[in-house]
């Protein structure tokens, strides 16, 4: 059996190109479908989100007014002399960093009578006493605690936080209790002073908590427009 037998051959070129047609048709269809629409819809958003979302100072992560979306970014090395004792523009920023992110636990002068320390087991540390410290109350120590947290407690590990804004937060820890927090380990100034000089960092993307909900929220709600979640926002 041969398809000649059923169709001559002009027959068959006309079926080819009518075919052709139609493949033709549907791969612009595909194209505006899948890459045009698309492509403008999220055009649409970003033109209209923009208007609405100033771009501000940087306090927090949950109001989007308030912390703006970053792109990421990479810091070179920091000089230890900034960092390794105490100074003014240091210490602004390391309370201002504590008021917004230690606060809640450690209290707003760092007694460890934090509204949201107080279910705790075990509790915030109170930075006023000298004793209790599990890791330690030197230099060294606190930037331990910061960069790898305290196990089984719900100090967790600031390390996405830049090494000069979590030393920042460890004079400001110091500055906190009256109290000898002990002479450093030569050594272990030493190698924080090389980690600081030798490499920089970098800063991912970021955007604020509210902002992804947003995304989600509406990137949800677009996927199966008729659902009830769309009325959630
Ligand atoms: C969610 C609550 C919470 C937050 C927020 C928090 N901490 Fe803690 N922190 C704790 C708890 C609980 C402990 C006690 C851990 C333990 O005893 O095992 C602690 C202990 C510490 C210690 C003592 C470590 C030691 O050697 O015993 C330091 C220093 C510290 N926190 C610094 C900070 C700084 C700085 C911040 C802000 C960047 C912060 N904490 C944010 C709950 C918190």
């Not at 400001?172 to 090389?194: C, M, N, R, T, Y």
């Amino acid at each position: 059996m041969n398809i000649n037998d059923f169709l001559s051959p002009e027959e068959l070129k006309r079926l080819a190109s009518a075919l052709l047609v139609v493949l033709g048709f549907i791969a612009i269809a595909a194209f505006f479908g899948f890459t045009v629409v698309p492509g403008l819809r999220y055009q649409a958003h970003d033109a209209g989100e923009s208007q609405i979302r100033p771009v501000q100072g940087e306090t927090g992560w949950l109001d989007p007014t308030d912390y703006p979306a970053t792109a990421r970014e990479v810091i070179p090395p920091i000089d230890p002399k900034t960092v390794m004792t105490p100074n003014p523009v240091l210490l602004t920023r390391g309370k201002a960093l504590f008021a917004q992110t230690c606060a809640t636990c450690h209290g707003p002068e760092g007694k460890g009578d934090g509204p949201g320390g107080a279910g705790l087991n075990p509790k915030p540390r109170n930075f006023l006493a000298s004793s209790g410290w599990k890791n330690g109350t030197r230099l060294e120590d606190i930037y331990k605690t910061l960069d790898e947290g305290i196990k089984g407690s719900s100090m967790v590990s600031y390390n996405y936080l830049t090494k000069k804004d979590r030393m920042a937060l460890v004079h400001v820890v110091q500055s906190l209790g009256a109290f000898d927090h002990g002479a450093s380990d030569p050594k272990a100034i030493a190698s924080l002073e090389k980690l600081f000089a030798s490499a920089g960092e970098v800063i991912p993307n970021r955007i604020p908590v509210a902002r992804a909900v947003d995304v989600l929220c509406r990137e949800y709600a677009e996927s199966r427009p008729q659902s009830p979640t769309s009325t959630l926002r």
